[in-house]
């Protein structure tokens, strides 16, 4: 499977401000939902909305604890992004723009 398909997710959750700034606050550890929802104007269920795109990434876990719900960014997974943003902005010998000049295809590079 291309791992650009794999990844192509994570960054349409980052798309937005609101899970950006989640991800921000989850770099300090792990939080409880309620602790979450403090730092936003913004209804419960919005904020499970917002949790619901970050889990289903793979960008965050979460895990219950009583009747509450704690999150924390995943480790491995923000890893994984930063090698794949490493090896998709950084020249190598299998780029695609090397590939897709070599067969003569002048195929545009949003079709990554």
């Not at 979450?36 to 209804?43: D, G, K, N, R």
């Not at 960008?59 to 997974?77: H, T």
């Not at 923000?78 to 897709?100: H, L, P, S, Y």
Request: aromatic content about 8%; charged content about 30%; overall charge negative.
């Amino acid at each position: 499977m291309n791992v650009s398909f794999e990844i192509a997710p994570v960054f349409k959750a980052l798309g937005d401000e609101t899970r950006l700034k989640i991800i921000e606050m989850l770099s300090c550890g792990e939080l409880c939902a309620c602790d979450i929802l403090e730092s936003f104007a913004i209804t419960q269920p919005t904020l499970s909305y917002h949790m619901k795109i970050l889990t289903e990434c793979g960008l965050v876990k979460s895990r219950k604890e009583g009747s509450w719900i704690r999150y924390c960014n995943n480790d491995e997974m923000i890893a994984e992004i930063k090698t794949f943003w490493d090896r998709i902005t950084t020249e190598q010998e299998n780029c695609i723009c090397k590939n897709e000049r070599k067969g003569g295809n002048e195929k545009e590079y949003h079709d990554l």
